[in-house]
């Protein structure tokens, strides 16, 4: 009897895969796209490729994702008490809680109201959902005022809000009239997480860090390794570290097919990195005399306590304690070697160099910051030391520069 | 009654003065006023006497209105000035001073102060409620009108005239019912439709009722509009008549002799509107029909409005939602508040570590630690000096001087060699029977040849011509077809016999360029 001829699985076109890797990493770094404006190309990219993204991302990472003709939305989870996205104002700044609460004030009295309005009938519904809320907001005083203007100012920028005409950059100060249309189909997708019945702030934090109960494990380390910098082992529980022992070899191919991100696999945990050094918010190592410093200090301070470190036992070395008085001489000594490249404000003020640096390395995943001032430095930072080494002549008596590592 | 004024958009003084009359219920005071206007249109005893200020504070104070007299006699006094009042005239003899007085001023309704005020009672007890459109009164329209369109001429001349001015009474009644019934309808129906703030369930009420009904007003108008349109066009030709024979009876004259204004109906004018309403003007359609297009136009208003009801009911749960949200965010500290944000929104990008350790070509197990395994290669500049861009020079340029001599002097060759095989070939002048040539003078010819062919465009015929110039010889390269004829030429290389083809070297004719011949 013949058996019929099985045919092999037809390749999987390299172009498309590569489209379709282009529009995932696009919607990992804005998870709301837009057909206009800088994202526009990525944007086609979704629409076109829409069914599959839906479908890895549900699958993968436990996302939804909704393609409407204007507008893509990537709907991310929270990441528990994760303080190191805060939301930008223009300048660089973050956001504060005030201006935080008149951008859901703004929100809900524009979900209220017509397509187009002017600032002023805006301020006067959101005066009115201020009192609804119980939140004491002046608008005729100029801090609330600046508030308010960065919240008009976010909600352009996320295409919510465009200006017809007018003049908003002024309002602020000068109270000047301006018309904006709403979009309304992008103001229904701002929230992101259900908040009806949640009765906590607190509640809110810990079930966004919840994964589903469906996909479990996988979803939940593969979002930690997709959203933060560094995955560490004692953040799993049980069941996800005996997940990520099994799988991690495989995890390394899924993640590079699908968002060209490379996983470096170590004991105590992996980092993703992106090879092209595009699929991140912020850069570390960068430019900047905040995170000059921040390398600086992380390559010393590895390198002091990589001593005891090697030795130690997986669960020791995970997290190596480091003592303000290390941390504070460390300073000193790459303030006085390399303080004279540094900008102004660091070169005059060190606390404020360190204090910078210390917030670049928290953002990065790399350093947490102890009761007393003391920094735990994950085994991370150990990756971005210097190795110098002599260069010695190998068999056929050429010198070499690289090191077999043993 | 309109005078060019009025076509500038200006309101002529006679006009401007009459609505006067409407102020006061605008004013503050508006209480005060409607209820002096209510004693005198209050009951039917009212409308024929007059009052004077003591009596309406009496009458005020009765209802619960304390004012003094002097309050009441000026709001009278504005009463009058714009229209609404006029002093009685009606003289009574006074037995005193302060009698006389007193009764001077004496005040009665006049025409417009009643006009005005049924309107403003109107407005007061006006709901903005839904009402029905009348259709009933269209059967009875159509009855009056068939009736009417029965009686021709020598009727119309016996008809009673009381009885014929009910028939048509009854129906510019009925009309006006109907007409106005409809205007009504239609305003609530646009303002119904544009609100926000319908509840689901209020909508939910009145949706299907909505549908249903404009469903069946649409079919009852749609059943009886052609049989009106009929019916009245019938009677049309009669109008004349009828109203002459209805006005036959007594008629009430105005003081200054013009006859006094009748019931709607009565004057052939009126039936111009009805005319409008169910047959059309000349150029637009019948109201009626308009009527109908309303109606589908409100339900195609109550499904957008049901859409957006639909999907505003979302929105209506998310702001109690986002209220709480930023109640959260108000008292929360800075940490907190960053956490909350991510989590509520999700709008954070991700983040990731820049330079790779690995090598791919080698990978490291698992089970490696970061502290004994290799760094990752940051680039040297941002260590040293925290920027990333490279400084320094811009190169040399490179040099290709040599490389363009040689191609210059490689060039002048071939053209070298090209001319002497040109030169060759024109050696042998006419026609080209049997000849020897170099290869390089073959290769010449053969080109010549493929671009006389190709030039030509066509295939050869047999008295047809392709020609070829040679490019600065001077002479030109012939085609022909002759049948029995060959060219030979012989070459280092081989033979090459050109069967049936006559091939000629002829001098360029003078003046003559390349592309005119060879369109020919």
């Known amino acids: 009897m013949t058996r019929p001829v099985e045919r092999p699985a037809p390749a999987e076109d390299i172009q498309l895969t590569a489209e379709r890797r282009r529009a995932a990493r696009a919607l990992l770094l804005t998870p709301l796209l837009r057909s206009e404006g800088p994202g526009a190309d990525e944007f086609r990219l979704v629409r076109r490729h829409r069914a599959e993204l839906e479908r890895l991302f549900a699958d993968g990472l436990g996302y939804r994702l909704v393609v409407e003709p204007s507008t893509a939305r990537l ?59 119980g939140v004491d907001v002046d608008l005729d005083a100029i801090t609330d005022r600046r508030a308010l203007y960065a919240a008009l100012v976010a ?12 003049d908003l950059e002024h309002w602020a100060e000068q109270r000047t009239a301006s018309l ?7 103001l229904a997708l701002l929230v992101s997480a259900t908040l009806g019945g949640v009765g906590d702030p607190a509640d809110l934090l810990d079930a966004a860090a919840l994964p589903s109960a469906i996909g479990g494990s996988r979803v939940a380390v593969r979002r930690a390794l997709v959203e933060s910098p560094v995955l560490s082992v004692d953040a799993l529980t049980e069941e996800q ?23 470096e696999l170590r ?11 595009e699929l991140t918010d912020v850069d570390f190592p960068g430019g900047g005399s905040a995170r000059q410093l921040a390398l600086l200090l992380v390559e010393r301070l590895a390198s002091a306590l990589r001593p005891v470190a090697r030795e130690s036992a997986v669960a020791e070395r995970v997290w190596r304690r480091a003592d303000p008085e290390l941390v504070a001489t460390t300073a000193g000594e790459v303030l006085a070697e390399w303080g004279s490249g540094f900008k102004k404000e660091h070169r005059e003020d060190p606390e404020v160099a360190l204090a910078d640096a210390r917030a670049v390395l928290v953002g990065a995943g790399l350093v ?12 991370a930072g150990a990756r971005y030391t210097v190795r110098a080494s002599l260069a010695e002549p190998t068999a056929d008596g050429q010198p070499s520069l690289f090191e077999e590592e043993s | 009654m309109s005078d060019p004024g009025s076509a500038r958009g ?25 209820a002096i206007m209510r004693t005198f249109t209050g009951e039917i005893a009212g409308l024929l006497s007059d009052q004077s200020p003591a009596e309406v504070a009496g009458r005020l104070a009765e209802q619960g209105i304390d004012i003094d007299t002097d309050t009441v006699d000026d709001r009278l006094s504005y009463l009058v000035e714009h229209g609404n009042l006029a002093r009685s005239p009606r003289e009574a003899e006074a037995r005193s001073l302060r009698e006389y007085l007193q009764n001077r001023a004496r005040y009665q309704l006049t025409q417009r102060g009643e006009l005005v005020h049924r309107f403003v009672e109107e407005l007061l007890g006006h709901t903005e409620s839904a009402r029905e459109v009348s259709t009933e009164m269209l059967g009875g329209i159509l009855a009056g009108l068939l009736e009417l369109g029965r009686l021709d001429g020598p009727a119309i001349a016996s008809a009673d005239p009381d009885a014929l001015a009910r028939g048509i009474g009854t129906l510019f009644a009925q009309f006006e019912r109907l007409v106005s019934s409809t205007r009504d309808f239609y305003t609530y129906l646009s303002q119904v439709l544009v609100r926000y703030d319908l509840d689901r369930s209020e909508f939910q009420l009145f949706k299907t009722a909505l549908l249903d009904y404009l469903q069946r007003f649409v079919d009852e108008i749609a059943r009886h509009m052609p049989q009106l349109a009929d019916a009245l066009l019938q009677v049309e030709p009669q109008v004349i008549a009828l109203c002459q024979r209805a006005n036959a009876g007594q008629r009430l004259l105005s003081v200054d002799g013009g006859a006094a204004r009748r019931a709607s109906g009565l004057d052939p004018a009126d039936w111009g509107s009805m005319h409008v309403w169910f047959v059309g003007g000349a150029e637009r359609d019948s109201d009626a029909a308009g009527v109908r297009r309303l109606a589908t136009d409100a339900m195609r208003a109550l499904l957008v409005n049901l859409r957006r009801i639909a999907t505003g009911r979302r929105e209506q749960s998310r702001y109690t939602d986002l209220l709480t949200l930023a109640g959260w965010f108000a008292e929360a500290d800075d940490d907190t508040a960053h956490a909350l944000w991510a989590s509520a929104f999700g709008l954070y990008p991700c983040r990731h570590l820049a330079f790779a350790a690995d090598d791919d070509g080698d990978p490291l197990p698992p089970t490696a630690s970061w502290w004994r395994t290799p760094s990752a290669e940051v680039p040297v500049a941002l260590r040293r000096s925290g920027a990333r861009t490279i400084r320094g020079r811009a190169g040399r340029r490179d040099d290709y001087g040599q490389a363009k001599q040689a191609r210059i002097a490689e060039r002048e060759r071939a053209e070298q060699r090209r001319a002497a095989a040109l030169a060759e070939i024109a050696v042998h002048p006419g026609r080209l029977g049997s000849i020897r040539l170099s290869d390089d003078a073959r290769a010449v010819l053969l080109d010549l040849y493929a671009r006389a062919l190709v030039g030509r465009g066509r295939p050869l015929g047999p008295d047809d011509t392709a020609e070829a110039s040679a490019d600065g010889g001077g002479w030109r390269l012939t085609i022909r077809r002759s049948p029995g004829a060959t060219t030979v030429v012989s070459s280092p290389a081989g033979r ?19 592309t005119v011949r060879r369109i020919g």
């Open chain 2, 10 to 34: 200006d309101l002529p003084h006679a006009e401007r003065v009459r609505l006067e009359a409407l102020r006061y219920a605008a004013r503050d005071e508006a209480p005060t006023y409607i």
């Open chain 1, 267 to 277: 004991a105590e945990g992996a980092v993703a990195i992106d090879p092209d050094g």
């Open chain 1, 155 to 166: 909600l352009v920028d996320l295409g919510v809000l465009h200006e017809r005409d007018g």
């Open chain 1, 75 to 133: 709907f991310k989870t929270g990441l528990g008490r994760d303080a190191t996205r805060p939301l930008l104002r223009r300048a660089g700044r973050s956001f504060t809680p005030r201006g935080y609460a008149l951008l859901c004030l703004t929100i809900a009295a524009l979900s209220r109201g017509k397509g187009q309005l002017l600032v002023d009938e805006l301020v006067a519904q959101v005066r009115s959902a201020a009192v609804d809320a």
């Open chain 1, 368 to 379: 947490r910051v102890e009761a007393g001032g003391a920094w735990s430095v994950h085994a």
């Open chain 1, 180 to 186: 904006l249309d709403v979009r309304r189909e992008r």
């Open chain 2, 496 to 514: 090459l016999e050109l069967v049936d083809l006559t091939l000629a070297v002829e001098p360029a004719e003078v003046g003559s360029s390349p």
């Open chain 1, 241 to 263: 570290a005996e997940w990520w022992r099994r799988n991690r070899n495989r995890e390394r191919e899924w993640f590079a097919e699908r968002f060209g991100l490379d996983l």
